[in-house]
């Protein structure tokens, strides 16, 4: 699939899930990049809500996060100068979105943890447009579980069930499509983040 169908699919339908967006080796890289700070202890546990209404909740959301700004690997920074602002033009000419920034970090959902049903837009701050999540794992097997449910639509159908295999790109709007993430046997991985317009 190319940038221009993937981004004309999540305008159109409100999401698009991409395998294979990245090649295996490409994948490899940025997940070495992850684990080099995983082992380091760099990684904070996520919170809920923004601001002074931040939270640790570890029965809502349990992964632990790296902040893409604070790692200046030269495979992170050139994914992010490169394909991600391929896809960042091509949601701004598919569909005058009028992105203007991304911000993101790496993921790690350890075993046994996961990610309760959520909308990525914050109540009082309006500027995430479209969420994204490349997977970073390597041979995900079905039993390894860890899949990321999507609930477009008015709610009444089956949920879209994405198996966080490595290299597969999940895109969605943000304010529009709930989602949520279930627990996995293995450290499951990731770089998520969100194209954001102008406050
Ligand atoms: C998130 C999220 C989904 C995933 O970080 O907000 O919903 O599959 N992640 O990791
Ligand atoms: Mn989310």
Redesign the pocket.
């Known amino acids: 699939m190319n940038v221009p169908g993937f981004t004309m699919e999540v305008i159109r339908q409100g999401w698009c899930v991409c395998p294979d967006f990245l090649t295996a080796r490409h994948t490899a890289e940025l997940a070495d990049v992850l684990r080099e700070h995983w082992v380091r202890g760099e990684f904070d546990k996520a919170g809920i809500g923004r601001g002074a209404k931040r939270t640790i909740r570890h029965e809502i959301r349990g992964d632990h996060v790296l902040w893409l700004e604070d790692c200046t690997a030269p495979p992170v920074q050139q994914f992010v100068s490169t394909e991600l602002e391929e896809l960042r033009l091509a949601f701004n000419a598919a569909g005058y979105l009028g992105l203007h920034e991304f911000e993101g970090h790496f993921a790690v959902y350890p075993p046994g943890t996961g990610?309760a049903r959520?909308l990525?837009r914050f109540r009082d701050d309006d500027a995430r447009i479209v969420?994204l999540v490349l997977y970073l794992n390597q041979d995900w097997q079905a039993a390894d579980g860890g899949e990321l449910l999507l609930y477009p639509g008015d709610g009444t159908q089956q949920p879209i069930t994405v198996s966080p295999a490595g290299g597969t790109l999940v895109g969605f709007l943000s304010a529009e499509v709930p989602?949520e993430v279930l627990p996995s046997r293995r450290d499951r991985l990731s770089l998520t983040g969100w194209f954001r317009r102008r406050p």
Do not use: Q
Request: charged letters at 20%; aromatic letters at 20%; glycine letters at 0%.
């Open positions: 990610y959520h990525d969420s989602h």
